[in-house]
C-alpha cells in the first residue's frame, strides 16, 4: 500500500466509450501525475499538476483529458480512444517543492478493443 | 508490417549472487536519482534514492552508486533472493528550462532482473 490509490484496476473499452480513470492520494503531497507504460517502452509522463495547476502536457493526444478538482484527486477522462492506446496507466504523487520520491499507484490496465 | 519497439535488457542471476543494475541518464543538470522496483501487475515502487551531492549510498541489501563524470547510475543488489525478481527502473529528477519549483522524473527504460533458485 502506497498511498496512492487508482481505480478501475482493469478496464476495457470500445473506441467509442467514454470512461474516467480516478487517482486519489493520501499521502498530504502537492504534485500529481498520470503517466502511460507501454510494453516494451519506458514510462511515458502524460500530464503533471502542481497546486491543482497543470504544468505539463507531454504533447500528448486530446482524446485524453486530465482532470484535478483538489490536491488529493486525479482524473484521466477517456473519449473516442484508439487501440494503440491500450497500456498501463499509472498514476503517481509526491511533494514537489522538496524533490523527493513520487509514490505510485497500483496502475489500471486499459484495453482499447 | 514489422513493429519496432525497445528490447528490455535482462539480467538473469543465481539466488544468493549479488546483481549489478546499470542506468545511463540524460540530464547533466539532473540533481536527484531513484530506483524503482516494479513487480509484474504492480505499480512501481521505490527502493533507493541518492542526491548529486553524493557518489554512493547504502540501504538494506542495496547500495547506489552515482557517476557524473558519466552521467552513470547503478543499483548493486547483494545475496540476491527470488522475491527480487523484476523490472527495475531508474529515474532523474531536475528542474524544467524555466527553473522555479517545479521538477520532471523521467524514467529510463528499465532492466528485468530474473533471480534462478
Known amino acids: 500500500e502506497t498511498g496512492v490509490t487508482q481505480t478501475p484496476r482493469h478496464l476495457v473499452m470500445g473506441m467509442t466509450n467514454k470512461k474516467s480513470l480516478k487517482c486519489e492520494q493520501h499521502?498530504?503531497?502537492?504534485?500529481m501525475y498520470w503517466y502511460k507504460q507501454s510494453a516494451k517502452k519506458p514510462l511515458e509522463l502524460m500530464f503533471v499538476?502542481?497546486?491543482?495547476?497543470?504544468?505539463e502536457n507531454n504533447s500528448v493526444p486530446s482524446r485524453f483529458s486530465p482532470e484535478c478538482p483538489n490536491s488529493s484527486h486525479l482524473f484521466l477522462h477517456l473519449h473516442t480512444l484508439q487501440p494503440e492506446d491500450s497500456a498501463l496507466y499509472l498514476c503517481?504523487?509526491?511533494?514537489?517543492?522538496?524533490?523527493?520520491?513520487?509514490?505510485f499507484g497500483q496502475g489500471t490496465r486499459l484495453t482499447v478493443v | 508490417g514489422e513493429s519496432v519497439g525497445l528490447h528490455l535488457p535482462t539480467l538473469s542471476v543465481q539466488e544468493g549472487d549479488n546483481s549489478i543494475i546499470n542506468c545511463a541518464y540524460s540530464?547533466?543538470?539532473?540533481?536527484?536519482f531513484i530506483w524503482y522496483k516494479q513487480e509484474s501487475g504492480k505499480g512501481p515502487q521505490f527502493i533507493i534514492d541518492?542526491?548529486?551531492?553524493?557518489d554512493k549510498r547504502q540501504g538494506q541489501r542495496v547500495t547506489v552508486l552515482l557517476n557524473k563524470t558519466v552521467k552513470h547510475l547503478s543499483l548493486q543488489i547483494a545475496a540476491t533472493q527470488p522475491g527480487d525478481s523484476a523490472v527495475y527502473f531508474c529515474?532523474?529528477?531536475?528542474?524544467?528550462?524555466?527553473?522555479?519549483?517545479?521538477?520532471?522524473?523521467?524514467f529510463g527504460k528499465g532492466t528485468l532482473l530474473t533471480v534462478n533458485p
Open positions: 503517481a504523487s509526491s511533494q514537489e517543492d522538496r524533490n523527493t520520491e513520487a509514490f
Open positions: 499521502l498530504g503531497h502537492n504534485a
Open positions: 499538476y502542481s497546486l491543482e495547476e497543470r504544468v
Open positions: 540530464n547533466s543538470a539532473s540533481d536527484y
Open positions: 541518492i542526491r548529486s551531492n553524493m
Open positions: 529515474a532523474e529528477n531536475y528542474k524544467g528550462p524555466s527553473g522555479g519549483s517545479n521538477y520532471k522524473l523521467t
